[in-house]
Structure formats: C-alpha cells, structure tokens
C-alpha cells in the first residue's frame, strides 16, 4: 500500500505544488516505528518555521544520502536480516571530525531489495541498533530515479559527456525526472519523520538529493542544512544543457552551505548561478557567499580525506593475510605500476594502457620488467558504452600482452574482479608507482590511500618490506579532484598518450632522494586533511554560515522548484494601509518622495511614460497644500519634464539628484558641487574603448553623467570588463571632482557630492528653512540609489532636519534586503496605496485651474 503523499508525486515533478492547509504537528525526535506518515503530505502541511524553543538542547547531525553505511545480508535460514557497519563507507568515516557527544542519524536507502512485508522490522533494528532511517523507493521510482536520471543523465553531463545521439549518453526524459523527484521527495518525508527542526544540522550528500533542499526547506524555513557534491560541476556551457537546470541550481540555493571538492566545480557553480540567475558571489574574509533573498549561501571548497585508522587498520590485515609477502614474491625483479579504478567510461583505463604500450616501445629498458597492475573494481553503471569500454580495454590487455610478453613476464596484469580492501592496500604496498588517467572525476582518493600505504605503520610487515626510505610516485590527470591538492605529482593530460607514457617512465626512473621529497610532502598534507579534518571543516562553516539563522524572520514565496525562503530584519515588515492613511491624515506638513523606474512605474513596462492614473493621482496629492511631492530619478531632466507636464505642482529631481526643480513654476536648480563636464573629455573616450571590445554594452549620456550598461553582455566577460574598466577610469580621473561607481550591470561616472540621498536632506532642509518642517515623510524606491535615501531619513531625525515626533515611512519594492523598514510587493501596490492617501487629501484644484493642467 502506497501513501497518498506518494500518489501525488506526478503534479510535483511537472511543477504543480499542492496548496498549503492546516498547522502541521510538533514531531517527536525520533519515531519509533517508521513508516508513511500521512498527516506530513505536502497537500495539507505547513511551513514550520521553528519558532518553538526546543525542549532538547543538544545539537544533533542528520545524514542523508543515497545509500546507508550500512551492510545487508540475508539469513542463512532466509528469515529475515542481518546488519552491519560498511567500515569503507564515508558517511560512517566522518563521524571521526564531529563533536564526541553530537547523536548522529543517517537517512538513505539499502543496497537491497526488503519486501514490503519486511519493511516495517527492517525499519525498526537500523533505527535502534544503528540509528539508521531506511527510505524504501518502489522498484519502478529507483529504476528510473538511480538507473536513470542520476546514471544516464547526470553522471554523463556533470563528466563533460553530452548525449549527442540515443546510444551515446541518456537523452532527457521526463518520466525519469519525475522519478528523481519523486525519490527526493520520499527522501524528505523519512527526515521529517525523525527532524527536530530547531537543533538538528541536516547534511546531504552528492548529486543524487540535489533537489531535497527545496523539500526541507519548504516545511522548515530556519532549518540549519549543508549540501556536499561529491562529482565534478561541470562548466556552465555543458550545464545549461540541462532542460532542469534552473530547477535544480534553485534547490540546491534552498541549502545554507554547499560544498565542492575543488575551486574548478565551485567556480562553474557560480558561473552558473550568475549566468542563469543572475546572481554574484563576494569573498568577505576568506568566505565565498551569494546573497539569496536575503539569506547568505556559503560555497565551501575542501577536498575530501581519507581516515587514517581505517587504513591502518587494514595494513595490519594484510600483514596477517601475508598478502603483500605474496605479491612481492610473485613480481620480484619487476617495478610495479598500479591503476585502480571503477570500471567506468570516464576512468580513462584504455588510455593508461596504452601509455603503457608507448613505454615499452620508447623505452625498451622497461620491457620484461615494468609492469603494470590494473584493478577493475565492479562497474556500478551500465549500457552500451560500458560494456564497449569494457571489450576494447580487453582487447589492448590481450594485444599488449601479446606483443611485448614473454614466459614469466607479462607487461599487463588484468584484474577484472571485486578486491578486498586489504588486498588492495597490499598492491599499494608493492607498487613503485600510481597512476590515475581519469578523464574526469570529482576527487579519486586512489593517491591519498597508496600514500600512505607506502608509508606503513611502525608495527606493521609492510612497512618493515618497504626497506629503506619510504617512497611513492603518482602519475596523475589534471581532471580529478584530488590533482591540486598533491602538487608533487607528475600531472598529466591523460588524452596525451605519449606525454603520459614519459611521465611513467620518469616517475620510475626518478631518483630516490627526490621520490623521498615527494612522498614526504604529499604525507604530511595526506595525514592532516584526512576524513575527520574534512567533516569537522564543513560542519564549523555550516554553523558559522547558520549563526544568524534564529534572528531573522523568514518566510517561504515561490511555487515548485521556484520556492525560495526569503530571510530579512524581524523589523522589516509589509507596510500597513490603515497605518500609513491614519498618519497622513494626522499631519500637517508631508513630505512624499517617490523613484519613478520600479515603483510608480513598473520594469518591465515597454513604455516608460507614466499613466493618466499616475498622473491623475499625483495631481491630487499635490494640489494638498500640506503636500510636498517630489519625484526623484535618475533619469534626465527632459524626459521627467515632459513626461509630467501635466503636474504642475509636482517636485521632480532628475539624474539622481543632480538637477532639481521645486514646481513646474520654477527654475532648475543645480545641486551639484561642480559645474565643470570637462571630465567627460577623458571618461567618454575611455568608455567608447571598452563599448567596441564589449559585445552588447553601450554608453548613455547625461547631462551630468556618463553610464556604461553591460546587460546585454555576456555576464561574465561583461563583469570582467566593468570591473576593469572601473579601475582604469579611476586612474585617469583620480584629479578629477567626479565620483565613479558600478552598479547593476553599471559602471557610472557622476560629479562628487550627487546622490538620491543628498537631494532627499536638501528637500527636507528648505522645507524645514520655510516653516514647514515634515511632520509625515513617505519615501519609495525600489533599487540601490533609493538606499542613499532610506539612509539619509535614519539619520535626519538626529541632525534635526526631521522633527522626532515625524512619522516616517521608508518603504522598498519588493521584499529583499534593504535599509527601509516597510515593503511592498509591487508598483501596483504602490499605485494601490498613493490611490489610498489621495482620497484622504484635501480637496484639489478649482475646475479652472484643473482645466489648466489637464494634458
């Protein structure tokens, strides 16, 4: 029997979130029979924003991921199973960073088919015996979610392979996305069973759950939540393939940190964020974040590491097992080369083998006596392309061997079955030298293992083979993760076949006091980030990222993947109709300063002129004679003055400030500290350079300024540019009275002392020189010039200019962050609310005189 939340999966998948309804129950910490919890479908839960305080004070860390760390058998009888720890898995190895007394809870699914009978009492040991939280997808969700949205499609793209035709790599398929998130979502409903929102960290991991964050965050708002990729991020140009590619980037912004191996994958993340979603990251301190709706999403960049103990552990049994007695008896006389790795398409294995050929043929010193050992660990994948690989790596063993062997030599050694681990560590302690040609893999610890097996234990049989000094060599592709990190490797483009064939030979026939300088670097580096170092890293940025999480207000907008939690000051609040009329019709001397762009006119209006509605209702605010009604815009004089015309009362101040006119009755006057454009002479010619080597910006002219708009640019080489074209007109303009600044996709050179703020505190002076000190002052704007206003408002009370008992209302457009108190949603709530404060004037012009300013 299926849940009703699972029946509904379908409308998820194509977008249709089903409609919030009743409060949601306080969960208890653990449950203690899992199982479908129906009072937690989407279609009548709300979102908890973890306002209770918890009656639990200690932290705890809930894993999720894919699979659990846990190994699964069936009875001898067949009744029933038997579980245990999987020692090699990383989720039970990072436990070794983590505070001693924070409860761990893993979230994942089983390596094993349990019936549906079984589930229940499977679910109950893994909870008590190994605080594990078993997820159970249908065999027809996991087929397509596991087999075919993560394997044919993500694992390829995000490896740089484009399905180019049907048989080379997976096309999109809808059914199988639908699948993806259907799991994502059985997923969630396993951490909500067991969540305790205000002290739980939830920590997911890899390319399988990149959509779990927007399922979390949907029913948690405050919830503290880490992603990790453990696969490459590829470039934006092979991501933006991806017909869900805004869907899932959005998810993953749902996390409060996200973590990549390398600064490659985090840069094409970025590039991606800003590409798609026009997003920029800051580095403040060492810390890369993006700014989201208010919240700050941190980017963490740490390879991971391997445990220690875990290998040492192992070296021991191998010494027991006299594994590494045998092999070195089995290849005396011989220099061993080692290649372990999946058998996977990407692994790059055809292409060590044949460097291996071109070393034999180059180097005939080698022959009957390198040799090379490759370890073909169990494919986790399949299809086509597998089982090609597959066959031509075959053939190259047996045509290589065939070539270059001899009685009791053979150059290649295949071994094409699952290893023991401590087998493995045995190869490691043989081999003179690793070799990886991965053509793209996320981190690949092969090297980080072999190092220190060729290191040894003190008390170990290996170490004691390893006579003399200890040593290691790598050969390594440029294309994995864990290359930046040993930078005493032999680094290779593995596509190269001849340059890696000399890079082996030179790797054995390096001198040994060099080999000793190497491997003593890459283990100092290898034993101090090992897996406990990663973890403990990642979590400490979690709750540094998290710190402000309880402090704000937060709310969920947004429908599908397109939910997003926006996080803002708990005094920032939606600003109240009956709160702002009531205060207008209290006051005797108001002051209302409104942008035009964004506010009274919305963005994306193709025809900028403003309404009869606008210009109707401005017209009543300004015939009050308790009114001063100012539009204040960083557009030119020209436009603003011919657009309204028919308001001759209203107040306008164009180009930010720099030119401002009381009434239409009046003159211009100029608010500027200079008069002198002589400046433009040098910018203009400056700006013109950067316009014919920049594809889609251009230059607009003011009166009084000169700006440099890139948004139709490609946003990075336009960011490139802007940022080095504001250092160069800095430079040349250093003498110069002139201010240069960059904006959204902006760069803006404007005389010194010109700002929405300074014509805000100029206004307000003259009136308060005239005897009409404010008493009520609304001001609106939607975009960054409109903060130098708010800024000026917060502190003109102080300076006097501004009564203390005035009321003020500094209102943004939209909710974001921003230095005003009040929101509102729109321009047509803007419109909706000066509508409101005109009916509450006093009554307007004469007919005569409303003649006269008819347009």
Known sequence: MMSRSYTNLLDLATGNFPAIGRERKRLPRVMTVPGNVYELDDDQANSVSSDNPSSVAQDRLIIVANQLPVKANRRADDRGWVFSWN????????????????????????????????????????????????????????????????????????????????DHGGRFDRSMWEAYVSANKLFSQKVIEVINPDDDYVWIHDYHLMVLPTFLRRHFNQLRMGFFLHSPFPSSEIYRTLPVREEILKALLNSDLIGFHTFDYARHFLSCCSRMLGLEYQSKRGYIGLEYYGRTVGIKIMPVGIHMGRIASVMKLADKEKKVGELKQQFEGKTVLLG?????????????????????????????????????????????????????????????????????????????????????????????????????????????????????????????????????????SEFIGCSPSLSGAIRVNPWNVEATAEAMNEAISMSQSEQLLRHEKHFRYVSTHDVAYWSRSFLQDMERTCSEHFRRRCWGIGLSFGFRVVALDPNFRKLSMEAIVSAYCRAKSRAILLDYDGTVMPQNSINKAPSQEVISILNTLCWDKKNTVFIVSGRGRDNLSQWFSPCRKLGLAAEHGYFLRWSQDKEWETCGQSSDFGWKQIAEPVMKLYTETTDGSSIESKESALVWQYGDADPGFGSSQAKEMLDHLESVLANEPVAVKSGHFIVEVK??????????????????????????????GDDRSDEDMFEIIGSAMSTNILSANTSLFACTVGQKPSKAKYYLDDASEVICMLESLAEASDSGPSSEEETQVSP
């Open 87 to 166: 020692e090699d898995s990383l989720l039970l190895q990072l436990k070794e960073g983590l505070p001693e007394d924070m409860e761990v809870l893993y979230v994942g699914s089983l390596r094993v088919d349990v019936d549906l009978e079984e589930q229940e009492e499977v679910s109950q040991i893994l909870l008590e015996t190994f605080k594990c939280v078993p997820t159970f997808l249908p065999h027809d969700v996991l087929e397509k979610f596991y087999h075919g949205f993560c394997k044919k499609l993500l694992w390829p793209l995000f490896h740089y392979m484009l399905p180019f035709s049907a």
């Open 751 to 780: 005389p010194q002392g010109v700002s929405k703020g300074l014509a805000a505190e100029k206004i307000f002076t003259t009136m308060t020189e005239n005897g009409k000190q404010a008493d009520f002052l609304l001001c609106i």
């Open 340 to 476: 372990v790795d999946d058998m996977d398409i990407f692994k790059g294995i055809n292409l060590k083998l044949l460097a291996m050929e071109q070393l034999l043929q180059q180097h005939s010193k080698w022959q009957g006596k390198a040799v090379l050992v490759q370890i073909a660990n169990p494919a986790r994948g399949k299809g086509a392309d597998l089982e090609e690989i597959q066959a031509e790596i075959r053939e190259n063993c047996r045509r290589i061997n065939e070539e270059f062997g001899e009685p009791g030599y053979e150059p290649i050694v295949f071994v094409d079955r699952p290893v023991s681990i401590s087998e493995r560590i045995a190869y490691y302690s043989i081999a003179e030298c690793v070799v990886v040609t991965a053509v793209r893999d996320g981190m690949n610890l092969t090297p980080y293992e072999y190092i220190v097996c060729r290191q040894g234990t003190d008390d170990s049989e290996s170490s004691s083979d390893l006579s003399g000094p200890k040593k290691s060599m790598l050969v390594l």
